[in-house]
């Protein structure tokens, strides 16, 4: 079966790549942006770099700065009703993830009219975190610079790179993988893997920076083209009930889902691990699962990440929750492109086994 891919038409890539906006905004026609960011990068001074360019080049532009991490209907219905009031053209998101999530539920909202909730994948009740599609998700360019990195503190760093890890071993797996995402998802594999500790450990490290952003990008580009599967089907959950970052709920369920996964699809994880570095030159697939896995647990322990327990997720709460949480994860659809797809009893299970 043919894969189809959605991808932005430009992307600039590189250090020193923000300078580009003007450029870009010029190519596609683009003359009146509404920015969307959130108040740490408007304090930081990367907003007033952005908007500098703007000035410079007179491009007129109004600011939406009021997002919120795991944004909410009412912020991106916020922004809609400035997106509707103002003659705009365009939107400009400078993220963090929150900040460009909300401009992508803006545009799918102004694209298409209706309410959050009328697009959320599937349609369910209320108090959950919602995974949202379509193609007004899609930016029509992308700016990738890894100098506006250098400022990330050490434990955002940890949890976006675990994340696109977890991006780039569940495109791999999915059911929906292709040919041209499992070279995007192995290229991001390998970035990552041996970059990671350097970018935590060394803020400065500019090779590893880059690196770190280029497998970002890589294994975004894979996933959403083949789908995340059971890790962030069951995070989602974890984020929205105890307000766990989402880098740090996927990196708190990898190596135990990566496990309950493999059997399922050996080859595929072996190659994983291959991607990564952590198997043996011509060793089999069974003993590249298990360094795998190996790999998985010591990174969690390398990068400080704390269990639900550690990091003081009431034990009586979360078992109450577990059917809930259960279900959210399951209605989400991620866990049917996972390659071992579990029941509503094998998701609990499995989030028994993460907590402490
Ligand atoms: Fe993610």
């Known amino acids: 079966m ?15 790549a923000l300078a580009e906006l003007p450029a870009l905004m010029a190519r596609l026609g683009l003359k009146h942006p509404l920015v969307v960011t959130d108040p740490y990068i408007a304090r930081s001074g990367i ?14 532009y109004s600011v939406f700065s009021d997002t919120v991490s795991d944004p909410t209907t009412e912020v991106i219905e916020t922004g809609v009703a400035i997106l509707g009031d103002g003659n705009f053209d365009s939107l400009v998101a400078i993220g963090g993830g929150s900040s460009i999530d909300t401009a992508k539920g803006m545009s799918v909202l102004f694209a298409n009219g209706g309410s959050m909730r009328d697009w959320k994948v599937p349609a369910t009740e209320t108090d959950e975190k919602m995974l949202i599609a379509g193609l007004a998700c899609c930016p029509a360019a992308a700016i990738v610079d890894y ?15 675990i994340d696109s890890l977890t991006h780039a071993i569940e495109a791999y797996v999915s059911r929906r993988a292709s ?33 770190m952003m280029l497998g970002a990008t ?11 599967a059971l890790v962030h089907g069951m995070s989602r959950p974890i984020g929205a009930f105890f307000h766990v970052p989402h880098g740090l709920s996927n990196a708190m369920l990898l190596p135990e889902i990566t496990a309950f996964s493999a059997p399922a699809a050996l080859e595929r994880y072996a190659d994983c691990a291959r991607a990564m570095g952590v198997a043996e030159e011509g ?18 322990g390398d990068l400080k990440v704390p269990s639900p327990q550690a990091y003081g997720i009431d034990r009586a709460r979360y078992d109450e929750l577990l059917p809930v949480m259960a279900s959210q994860a399951l209605a989400s659809g991620s866990p049917a492109n996972n390659p071992r797809v579990p029941t509503a009893d094998e998701i609990i299970d499995l989030y028994r086994r993460v907590y402490a």
């Open 47 to 60: 907003l007033d770099r952005a908007t500098g360019l703007l000035d410079k080049a007179q491009i007129l």
């Open 147 to 161: 100098e506006l990195t250098l400022s990330m503190p050490y434990r955002l760093t940890a949890d976006t790179g």
């Open 179 to 211: 040919p041209f995402t499992d070279g995007l998802a192995r290229n991001a594999m390998g970035l990552i893997a041996r970059h990671i500790r350097a970018a935590c450990a060394e803020p400065d490290n500019r090779a590893a920076r880059e690196a």
């Open 218 to 228: 890589t294994a975004g580009m894979a996933f959403s083209n083949a789908s995340v």
């Open 283 to 300: 060793e089999g697939s069974q003993a590249a699962v298990a360094r795998l896995v190996d790999e998985l647990h010591r990174l969690n």
């Open 2 to 16: 043919a894969a189809l891919i959605t991808m932005p038409r430009l992307m600039s890539v590189g250090g020193g």
